[in-house]
């Protein structure tokens, strides 16, 4: 049955690239406050979209950014499919490190450039071109209806918020997401968990204007000076997390699990080409593919402070901040672990200096899943097909904290298959997605849902 | 005599406040490439300003920014001044800070307003409209040479450069600076030493892009993490430096001095209401007088890694910069101090990153002058009469490189007198100088200059 959807997917796929590339000039920052506009915009274009292949399709606003929900009914002695995906993506800079404008997509060596080309506008659009086509050979029987997000970039409130209300008619039996990777792409991986996240912004304000570095130079506490001490206050020498306490909750660690993980072939050469750094860091006594899926991290991801411009300003700067975000694994509260953060670094800020929360958020915790049930085996069996039967399964480190909210609350298994790659570069400058991979997505969501529908 | 001069202030004061403002216009930033032609414009300017004076005056071009030389001969049996002072600003940034625009210089409640309102437009100004008040009476009778540079905020390296084949027409008894400031309004403060300072700016590299913090937390060193690290060693708990060895050539402090220097009146409660912070920095066991006089400072002018807007992006950011500052004292070899600096640093650092030293500047040694030579006397008895008898002394905490360097070149005692505030804000947003103060500054100027012609 493959065969017969490459056939399609090659006669069709010039004009899957060019809607594809239609959706990628949106610029669909939902961080970004000034980019709300463009977030409605594209909203609405995948709503027009989405009905023209006879979906019945709704807007639900709200707070936040809109979120598209659109129905198709089938017969409801099949598996009820609710598909997730977001269109919103991360901002852009450092924007001068793209080779192209991030908002021009263009095809080059077999890859789409451009923000969200992979994560998720990408991944996200192989679902919906092999849903139109099985619409159109009159094949999908399963009830399907979409959930498609703006906000999964920065926390996915709004619908959590909605959710309470929602979730009647979002019933479902399978969860389905495509905002996964797999480690290489002769392989089609199931991904079995996705850690959980919380973050932070913490500022250090001393005095109350930038001041001469001289005149002021060892009268004072410098907030870059104790901001940077305070962050080198989070980890231990040998990589462990110093947070009080911040292992307490953590899961044992299943050997079942701990086996099937690290038979994924984490290729640590080609990780360090492609990378440019050795993965050496994290916790020691680990592997690679338990650090990443097994062990909780703190990570910077963004420290400022002070002149940051050519040359030289002998300043003591008036101020600093830090953004911090902590993925969890099984069994820790992430309420918990934010606070645990912000206390162990306000115990040893400067008395002297104010110590500001900027913002406090919880993500979610993390989901680990069975590798037992009819539905991954279902999912094997189709992505044996698409990998000439390479299919393994990984405990990803990454997050998508909606997807245990929305599987908790609509009674759905959730099933994961996606197909990122790491040099996708997703979040960072010169994010791209192989075309390749995108017809492999298409394969793989056109045959789970004929599956599906039998 | 000082009211005499007091009258022709205020005849005089509107106009001087005008071309004040006209000079402050210029945006003269030498720390940003983008404003080289504002620099020229400002020089071409004062270059006009001074020949109406009756100055013979030359632009100096060389690798960096122009430097006005002006001559004026007079009887040479007096001593021989040289005046030198910088008509460049450092950057405004924050610029959202300021309450008015930084190169629109605006007087509000007795003060004027602007970048380099004082530091140093201002108060080379007073210095000029003096000379012009005296030539104008012809009671100008000392040689004096004006020496005014466009690049004293970044390290003056073109007039360095230029020295050894200007010194001969540099030559003079007295070099006359007027860039420090004194504690309180009420006081007249002759400085006494000034730090010597060098510099650096340090990049840690780790991966090739931003990534992905959830893919690859656990798995690498974080540069931001690591940056902060480093920043973290250089300062010991009890605020002391821990780099090696970096107290070893500190001078002895001398008993005298110390007495002197701690009869200055810092008022604590006044400076924590002025600057917002308790003066509790630097390190334990030294008063305020002497940890700013006599110790040597590492300071953190700017620390930046990673993301930085609104919201939250969750990366491993690629890499992180610092740009650090050395204050240096009496004793201390300032090559040797940023080598050490950059060495602790460096051995520090996680060998799989990419160490890069991406400036490593040295400004100059500390200067320490003696208060017992003839010239001190007569600029005492001077500063006495425009502050009823208030002057002190003070071991200032900033740097000047280039007056220790000049003076030694072309053998002049320097004589640094100046009427800045705390208050003045310079280096930061709002910057601004008292009309009070100017007008101090112009009446110790003119006596000054009166005196050496006698």
Redesign the interface.
């Known amino acids: 049955m493959i065969d017969q959807y490459r056939r399609k997917f090659a006669e069709n796929k010039q004009l899957f690239f060019d809607q594809w590339s239609e959706f990628l000039r949106f610029k669909s920052i939902?961080?970004?406050?000034a980019f709300a506009v463009d977030c409605e915009a594209c909203c609405d274009w995948l709503a027009r979209h989405v009905s023209a292949l006879g979906f019945s399709v709704e807007i639900l606003r709200g707070t936040g950014k809109p979120i598209l929900f659109a129905q198709r009914a089938g017969d409801q002695s099949k598996r009820r499919v609710l598909f997730y995906g977001h269109y919103d993506v991360?901002?852009v800079?450092p924007v001068e490190?793209w080779q192209t404008p991030p908002f021009q997509p263009e095809v080059r060596a077999g890859r789409m450039y451009g923000r969200g080309a992979q994560d998720n506008k990408g991944q996200l659009f192989y679902v919906l071109k092999a849903i139109e086509t099985l619409v159109k050979e009159n094949t999908l029987e399963c009830p399907i209806n979409l959930l498609i997000e703006g906000e999964e970039e920065?926390?996915s409130k709004m619908i959590a918020e909605l959710l309470p209300k929602l979730k009647n008619s979002l019933k479902a039996d399978v969860l389905m997401v495509c905002d996964t990777?797999t480690l290489d792409p002769s392989l089609a991986t199931i991904t079995m968990g996705l850690?959980g996240?919380v973050?932070c912004?913490i500022k250090l304000s001393?005095?109350?204007?930038?001041?001469?570095?001289?005149?002021?130079?060892?009268?004072?506490?410098?907030p870059?000076?104790e901001?940077?001490?305070?962050?080198?206050?989070?980890?231990n020498q040998d990589?462990s997390i110093a947070v009080k306490d911040y292992y307490t909750q953590v899961a044992t660690l299943d050997e079942q699990d701990r086996v099937l993980a690290n038979q994924a072939p984490y290729e640590l050469e080609r990780?360090e080409q492609t990378?440019?750094?050795?993965?050496?860091?994290?916790?020691s006594g680990y592997s690679?593919a338990e650090?990443?899926g097994f062990?909780p991290?703190i990570?910077?991801?963004?420290?400022?402070?002070?002149?940051?411009?050519?040359?030289?300003?002998?300043?003591?700067?008036?101020s600093?901040?830090v953004?911090i975000?902590s993925?969890l694994v099984k069994g820790q509260d992430p309420a918990w672990c934010i606070d645990a953060i912000i206390e162990h670094l306000h115990q040893r800020a400067p008395q002297?200096?104010q110590f500001t929360v900027v913002?406090r958020?919880i993500g979610g915790p993390a989901i680990s899943l069975s590798s037992k049930t009819e539905l991954v085996a279902i999912a094997r069996q189709v992505l044996d097909q698409v990998s000439d039967g390479k299919t393994i399964f990984i405990w990803?480190?990454?997050?998508i904290p909606i997807v245990a909210e929305l599987a908790h609350s609509v009674g759905a298994e959730p099933l994961l298959v996606g197909f990122g790659l790491?040099e996708d570069?997703?979040?960072?400058?010169?994010e791209s997605f192989s075309l390749q991979q995108f017809e492999k997505g298409f394969l793989y969501s056109a045959l789970l849902l004929r599956a599906l529908s039998q």
């Open positions: 939902s961080a970004d406050s991360q901002p800079d490190l920065v926390g990777g850690r996240i973050s912004e001393g005095p109350k204007y930038d001041l001469h570095s001289g005149v002021h130079g060892g009268l004072i506490r410098n870059a000076t901001i940077a001490r305070l962050v080198a206050s989070l980890h990589g990780y990378v440019g750094i050795k993965p050496i860091g994290g916790e690679v650090r990443r062990r991290t990570e910077i991801n963004g420290i400022h402070g002070g002149y940051g411009g050519e040359g030289g300003k002998t300043i003591i700067p008036s600093a901040t953004k975000s993925r002297e200096m913002s958020d990803e480190g990454a997050s790491e570069c997703i979040h960072a400058p010169n």
